[in-house]
T-cell receptor, first 113, second 113 residues
Framework: AQSVTQPDIHITVSEGASLELRCNYSYGATPYLFWYVQSPGQGLQLLLKYFSGDTLVQGIKGFEAEFKRSQSSFNLRKPSVHWSDAAEYFCAVERSNDYKLSFGAGTTVTVRA | DAGVIQSPRHEVTEMGQEVTLRCKPISGHDYLFWYRQTMMRGLELLIYFNNNVPIDDSGMPEDRFSAKMPNASFSTLKIQPSEPRDSAVYFC???????????FGPGTRLTVL
């Protein structure tokens, strides 16, 4: 079974500073990889995804993520954080085509002025 | 498109009562998923359907939980009898055939007193 680890429970970042959220997965092959964002009281919105090809993927809201096979990682980054980026971020993996998402525990991002 | 619709958005009930959560997937999506989100266990997949047929219910916690999908535009998740430990946010998501992304509803926050 695959598992997903998000080592950071909570990150505080200043507005305008860069942000990096870590995600590590455990799976024998390369799974499908996703980052979702959840704003308070809202559902989950897809930020970006990776299946194959270019290991640097661009998403919505200025986010990007880099897949590193050697490290089994899929870290999310944003060069300059806006106050509206305060939310909870989830990394998720899916085995190739089995339709079942496994989520990490989430990282809560607080943005200070 | 209205997106995935869930009702009610909030439900407060007393232990022992029956609870029914409802979901309307995005039109044309063949797959429907039910998730539960708690502080202790994070986001867990409970069950998913393909063309109204349950495919994997291995995440359903116990016999008190049941899910149905009588047609392509409606699904229910029922808890009978409910217990305080069932308090959580329940998400429904749908996905089109051949696509790689699940679209989440806003969730139902259930509180069992």
């Amino acid at each position: 079974a695959q598992s997903v680890t998000q080592p950071d429970i909570h990150i505080t970042v200043s507005e305008g500073a860069s942000l990096e959220l870590r995600c590590n997965y455990s799976y024998g092959a390369t799974p499908y990889l996703f980052w979702y964002v959840q704003s308070p009281g809202q559902g989950l919105q897809l930020l970006l995804k990776y299946f194959s090809g270019d290991t640097l993927v661009q998403g919505i809201k200025g986010f990007e993520a880099e897949f590193k096979r050697s490290q089994s990682s899929f870290n999310l980054r944003k060069p300059s954080v806006h106050w509206s980026d305060a939310a909870e971020y989830f990394c998720a993996v899916e085995r190739s085509n089995d339709y079942k998402l496994s989520f990490g525990a989430g990282t809560t991002v607080t943005v200070r002025a | 498109d209205a997106g995935v619709i869930q009702s009610p958005r909030h439900e407060v009930t007393e232990m022992g009562q029956e609870v029914t959560l409802r979901c309307k997937p995005i039109s044309g999506h063949d797959y429907l998923f039910w998730y539960r989100q708690t502080m202790m266990r994070g986001l867990e997949l409970l069950i998913y359907f393909n063309n109204n047929v349950p495919i994997d219910d291995s995440g359903m916690p116990e016999d008190r939980f049941s899910a149905k999908m009588p047609n392509a535009s409606f699904s229910t998740l029922k808890i009978q009898p409910s217990e305080p430990r069932d308090s959580a946010v329940y998400f429904c998501a749908s996905r089109p055939r051949g696509a790689d992304t699940q679209y989440f509803g806003p969730g139902t926050r259930l509180t069992v007193l």
